[in-house]
């Protein structure tokens, strides 16, 4: 569990780092706000791999 954490902290510093990227190079409002949510997608999709693998693993643990 404290692996998935830190692989969250991760996925959030890896988000803040793309949203200032997005918003140094967007040309306007509507692109920037595009990108965010394009990044925040994969953000979610990723944070929900993690916790899939953290709870296959604690039932891997469980088992043993």
Known sequence: N?????DKVALRN???SA?????????NE????EGKE??????KK??????EIAKDKEKDLMTV
């Open 19 to 27: 949203n200032d990227d997005i918003k140094k190079t967007a040309d």
């Open 38 to 43: 394009e990044v925040q997608d994969l953000i």
């Open 30 to 33: 509507d692109e920037e706000k």
């Open 2 to 6: 404290k692996m998935a954490e830190e």
């Open 14 to 16: 890896i988000r803040r």
């Open 46 to 51: 990723y944070t929900a791999k993690i916790d």
